[in-house]
């Protein structure tokens, strides 16, 4: 397969990917932020989020570092420092992916535990890592 299809294959799964960790940084601060018993809609609120993220958001990451290597072998970049700096940022973004999947793991499994605070700031910190990433690809400054 060219380059170009795998390329286009890896920005349609980061996409999606990203748009998955924002919707799920969105639930986690409306949850953390929520000082009240928890309801029986929420919990039906925090299946659905569950689900979305099991169903096409942690599958979108596992494809976007799939089709991601593959062009980091086709273009043989390996070797590129600022390949391993945009790694080591995805990286904290798919720990951040499993904090949120873990924290809506709990949530659905005993809807009165507290999410961790540092959660309700997953949504800033994912849009920033992920405008540095978009720097570090376009202008390979190192």
């Not at 499994?109 to 949504?123: C, I, Q, T, V």
């Amino acid at each position: 397969m060219s380059y170009l299809l795998f390329k286009s294959l890896h920005i349609a799964a980061v996409i999606t990917w990203m748009g998955g960790m924002v919707l799920s940084s969105a639930a986690m601060l409306w949850l953390c932020s929520a000082k009240r018993p928890r309801i029986e809609r929420e919990t039906e609120i925090v299946a659905a989020f569950k689900r979305w993220d099991s169903r096409v958001t942690s599958p979108a990451m596992g494809l976007a570092w799939v089709f991601g290597i593959v062009i980091a072998v086709q273009g043989d970049w390996f070797s590129q420092p600022w390949l391993h700096a945009k790694l080591a940022f995805v990286i904290a973004l798919s720990a951040l992916h499993g904090n949120l999947s873990a924290g809506l793991r709990r949530l659905q499994a005993d809807p009165a535990h507290e999410p961790p605070g540092y959660l309700k700031y997953s949504g800033l910190f994912t849009l920033a890592v992920m405008l540095v990433i978009v720097f570090l690809v376009v202008l390979k400054p190192f």
